[in-house]
């Protein structure tokens, strides 16, 4: 099922721009005490030279341990571009509150991590303001390379692979018009350090559905950290 997910390129035009791009980011966790925790991800995302098509997000939020498999969070992000845009750019800022619900799950004794999460999205352009909701699907698998899957992996080395999926389920006349917006599917090689640090580079493939052709196609490399304290 994970290898599916990942593997899924929607392929509803023929006709798409391909784009490349850059990303960089982490995420990080903290846990005050056996219910309560906090989560954080800061992400600077640039096009092939980081001084074209940037942008910050970021997004903290607090964690309710359900058990020790299921978590859910409630938090805000806001995305802020750190560039000048073109006259005709449509987007500048956005403001989401949001809500999700992680359950960790192996399959075939791989670690595997479903996440299901609800936006609601305030847009902020520079003729109008639009308010929209979204909501988006995803999978993550970590597989060790250095050891068997059925014992506990606090060191060494991993690879990653995810995919998700996002649906417009409000206002979509605000975005592209369509229920389906994206979908982003993503390989990585990482290292973990231990068990509160990881880092991982991969190659992310990001598919943007538009309200008119061509569609969008964007290879992204990202570099990422993760920290669990």
């Given at each position: 099922m994970?290898?599916?997910?990942?593997?899924?390129?929607?392929?509803?035009?023929?006709?798409?721009?391909?784009?490349?791009?850059?990303?960089?980011?982490?995420?990080?966790?903290?846990?005050?005490?056996?219910?309560?925790?906090?989560?954080?991800?800061?992400?600077?995302?640039?096009?092939?030279?980081?001084?074209?098509?940037?942008?910050?997000?970021v997004?903290?939020?607090v964690?309710?341990?359900?058990?020790?498999?299921?978590t859910?969070?409630?938090?805000?992000?806001t995305?802020?571009?750190?560039?000048?845009?073109?006259?005709?750019s449509?987007r500048?800022?956005?403001?989401?509150?949001?809500?999700?619900?992680?359950?960790?799950?192996?399959?075939?004794n791989?670690?595997?991590?479903?996440?299901?999460?609800?936006?609601?999205?305030?847009?902020?352009?520079?003729?109008?303001?639009?308010?929209?909701?979204?909501?988006?699907?995803?999978?993550?698998?970590?597989?060790?390379v250095?050891?068997?899957?059925?014992t506990?992996?606090?060191?060494?080395?991993?690879?990653?692979?995810?995919n998700?999926?996002?649906?417009?389920?409000?206002?979509?006349?605000?975005?592209?018009?369509?229920?389906f917006?994206?979908?982003?599917?993503?390989?990585?090689?990482?290292?973990?350090?231990?068990?509160?640090?990881?880092?991982?580079?991969?190659?992310?493939?990001?598919?943007?559905?538009?309200?008119?052709?061509?569609?969008?196609?964007?290879?992204?490399?990202?570099?990422?950290g993760?920290?669990?304290l």
């Amino acid at each position: 099922m994970l290898t599916l997910c990942v593997l899924f390129l929607p392929q509803f035009s023929l006709a798409q721009d391909h784009v490349f791009g850059s990303w960089t980011a982490w995420f990080n966790n903290v846990r005050f005490n056996h219910k309560w925790g906090m989560n954080n991800d800061i992400q600077l995302r640039g096009g092939r030279d980081w001084t074209t098509n940037s942008l910050l997000l970021v997004r903290p939020g607090v964690n309710y341990y359900v058990n020790a498999q299921q978590t859910a969070s409630l938090g805000y992000a806001t995305t802020l571009v750190t560039n000048e845009l073109a006259a005709n750019s449509r987007r500048i800022t956005e403001h989401r509150i949001w809500q999700q619900y992680i359950i960790n799950s192996p399959m075939l004794n791989i670690p595997v991590q479903h996440r299901f999460r609800l936006e609601q999205r305030f847009l902020q352009r520079p003729d109008e303001k639009a308010f929209a909701k979204r909501a988006r699907y995803f999978i993550r698998g970590i597989i060790p390379v250095s050891q068997p899957l059925k014992t506990s992996f606090h060191r060494g080395l991993f690879m990653s692979l995810q995919n998700e999926l996002f649906f417009n389920i409000h206002n979509q006349k605000a975005l592209n018009g369509r229920f389906f917006d994206q979908n982003r599917a993503y390989a990585s090689l990482g290292f973990r350090f231990s068990g509160k640090y990881d880092l991982e580079a991969g190659y992310m493939n990001q598919f943007l559905l538009r309200n008119t052709t061509p569609n969008s196609m964007t290879h992204i490399f990202q570099l990422a950290g993760y920290t669990r304290l």
